[in-house]
């Protein structure tokens, strides 16, 4: 394996990531924007309306036609958030030439091709995108947002999210907001398109078996001449400054649920990004693993839950803790977790437990190169990360983390939002900073 | 060890039928840090009536017991959960209950052979006590609940009541809270007894192993066994027919959700060459039915009903087959009709021939992709098994399927009067 970047331009850069474990070639090409409540709903839908034609593919079903002739390319695409990110993903799987009749050979020319020609090159017609397709698009995010509450695990989730980032631009949804799409149109929405492609950070993905045609081939591309070269405007992960939290927030919310979500919002006040790894370890005891606190003790002892667990986002360092509950043992579980957190406060952990959630993390990063999506992530988020560590270093890094590194990060953990997701069955008070 | 190349996707599988029964399947891959192991048994949640071997009464059991078991064969008698010290030494482990099988699987970067000690420990060695079944009442009530709130399984066990009026493929894999309080240690034991025999047992491995040495080490572990006879299994005589034609359930959904069942003729009968085939054919029609390039696909989506590519799942085993097509429209009955008229306009020829070459060319891509990671490989090599198949064995057919067939497997299995629509809104 073997990972190499070249900036094609000034705020376009190629990532070439030579592997020669998978039947398949992934590429991908990402677009970066600063997420802000005047464009994300617009960005949201872009995605969708150029996938419905490009100037040589005119219609989504020429596209399919084209992917189908292609031994089932995968074209695939969407909009993430990323930290205080937007991002606008495409991707384009095929399979090796290696594995192919010699009369089809050349797929992974032909499938960059039709990914760039997807992105950059739309079917346009007098400075604005085909009505119908701009139409039809506004429809179905409508259906996306109005949707958000069908999965009630993740809906909790997101929630907890807005409460504790209410009014800053992290709390947007991905997908945007209904009263924002009625505004959209297919004249104003090609001129953001051109000014987001003329703005945006561009990362272009090669994941596979790579030759150096395949290279010029892309640098060749009429679609990548075709861009300017510009000085992008992003957000990087960093340790914000230090805000204690003087009240917890407390959020209950109804719906139609059997079982209760309960979502707790951690805060981190790391005091320097190097912390993160050490937080990456912390989060493993406290709910990462199987044989975390909160899955031993929400779940094995006290047989209150399913799902216990927590995760750790490093861009935002904040951590997420969740399960599922029956909705009358709101107050025990709740008990239970603030109990956990206190532990690891007080230091009740063993090195042994350190040990172990090192050797499960790092089991897990060493398994990412075995997966091209996942290998292919990973190296994007180092995109947004000023202290970026090969892969070598970030195992060493995590090997270095000891019980008193844990410690530390535990004393700057602050609970900032408490969400449940009931059907008010029980009476809770809502308490919102 | 009998070893079968494929060179299409330059992939080798050594397997072996130990002398106790037991099968191991190994498909090594070079260079690759993964590590995949999946042992399972071919007993799911659709054995609950069985005579144990040597036995000649009947023996009838609460639905839910092998999801139940399960979870419960983590628990050892020195008062550990296996999955902690799976958890502790860096390994991931997790255990699944389907209609047919149940399997435990581990996947790791480092310490195969240690988690390899473990693993098998625990799945030979249950430790079931009156107190540690109760307790996972409470957790496996909550997991009930959890699918509750899933519109998504919910549409899809509709659709199963609507075509089955007896076989159990229609229940809950976890049985109902009121059926699990009927679980207790003897059951448990008893089914873990009848099911757990290596004879019923199928273990495949995938990762960087010489398949010689690896299988030394599984040998090792393995406790000695008394050679047994087969379990004769009950299922209930299902008609042909379906149960009803159309089901609606309400629930919070912002979209009505659909799935869509297709009854079929049951495919035990065949050899497992024409099982394969039966299987590329159909998916290849699903494709020329609702694919993304079909005519149906394009039209509702023009006119918003859906905005999305249905999962179309062709899902069978010795006692059930079926199509189910699923996923969210504007009105599901719609795109249910257009379907009908176009299975129909089908039989009567009307498919292109180079629609069909080109989908076979997209199923064959999909195939070759299935081998781009150990843990998928290594599961459909189970799965497959468990079928009476050789995963090899689709990318061996699927060249010489011929046009038609797929008019022939069209009529003979496809009927209008055994198609059933499952429907949740709000």
Known sequence: ?433 | MQIIHNSKVKETLYIEKLKNGLTVMIIPKKNVQKKYIIWGTNYGSNDSSFIVPGEDKVTNVPKGVAHFLEHKMFEQKNGRNSLDVLTEIGVSANAYTTNDHTAYLYECTDNFYEALDEFMDYVQNPYFTDENVEKEKGIIGQEIMMYDDYPEWKVYLNALEAMYHENPVKLDITGTIETISKIDKDILYKCYNTFYHPSNMVMVVSGDFEPENLLEEIKKRLLPVEPRGEIKRIYPEEPESIVKEKVEQKMEVSRPLYAIGIKLKLLSDLKSEEIVRKNIIVQILLNLLLGESSQIYKKLYDSGNISYSPVMDFEFSKTYAHILISGQAEEPEVLYNELKKQINNFKKGNIKKEDFQRLKKTLYGEYVKEYNDVSEIARMFLVDYFKGVNSFEYLEQIESVQYEEILQTLNEYFDENKMVLSVVKA
């Not at chain 1, 596979?208 to 060749?220: A, F, K, P, W």
């Not at chain 1, 693993?289 to 861009?315: H, I, P, W």
């Open chain 1, 1 to 433: 394996m073997k990972y190499t970047e070249k900036q094609i331009k000034e705020g376009i850069k190629l990532h070439l990531i030579q592997n020669d474990r998978f039947k398949t070639n992934l590429m991908a090409v990402f677009l970066t924007v600063p997420l802000d409540k005047k464009t994300v709903t617009q960005n949201a839908i872009l995605p969708a309306v150029l996938r419905r034609g490009t100037k040589n593919m005119q219609t989504q079903e020429e596209i399919s036609i084209e992917l189908e002739e292609m031994y089932g390319a995968v074209f695939d695409c969407g909009v993430e958030k990323e930290g205080d990110n937007q991002i606008l993903k495409f991707y384009i799987e095929v399979i090796n030439d290696e594995f192919i009749p010699e009369e089809d050979k050349g797929l992974s020319k032909k499938a960059i091709y039709n990914l760039l020609d997807i992105v950059f090159n739309p079917n346009i017609k007098e400075n604005a995108f085909k009505i119908e397709y701009v139409e039809q698009e506004k429809a179905n995010l409508k259906h996306i947002i109005e949707g958000r509450t069908d999965n009630k695990a993740r809906y909790a989730l997101e929630r907890c999210i807005e409460e504790m980032y209410k009014n800053e631009s992290y709390s947007l949804y991905k997908y945007g907001y209904i009263e924002d799409i009625e505004n959209i149109k297919n004249d104003n929405l090609y001129t953001s398109y051109k000014q987001l492609v003329e703005n945006c950070k561009i990362d272009i993905y090669i994941s596979g078996i790579i030759n150096e045609d395949l290279i010029q081939n892309i640098e060749e591309n009429e679609n990548i001449k075709s861009l300017k070269p510009r000085t992008p405007k992003y957000i990087k992960n960093e340790v914000k400054s230090k805000k204690d939290i003087e009240k917890i927030n407390i959020i209950s919310e109804n719906l139609d649920v059997t079982q209760g979500k309960l979502v707790l919002g951690l805060k981190l006040l790391l005091e320097n990004l190097d912390q993160q790894y050490d937080a990456i370890i912390y989060n493993g005891i406290l709910g990462g693993t199987a044989n975390s606190k909160l899955f031993q003790n929400v779940r094995e002892k006290a047989s209150l839950a399913y799902t216990a667990g927590s995760s750790y986002v490093r861009m935002k360092n904040t951590i997420y803790i969740n399960c599922g509950i029956e909705i009358e043992n709101y107050q025990k579980a709740l008990d239970i977790i603030k109990k956990q957190i206190e532990d690891m406060k007080l230091g009740n952990f063993t090195e042994e437990e350190v040990e172990n959630a090192k050797k499960g993390y790092i089991s897990a990063l060493k398994a990412v190169e075995n997966e091209q999506d996942s290998e292919l992530i990973y190296y994007f988020g180092k995109e947004f990360n000023k202290n970026e560590l090969s892969f070598e270093d970030y195992q060493k890094r995590i090997e270095k983390v000891k019980k008193e590194d844990v410690l530390k990060v535990a004393e700057l953990v602050k609970l900032d939002t408490i969400y449940f997701l009931q059907n008010g069955s029980i009476k809770i008070d809502n308490i919102r900073r």
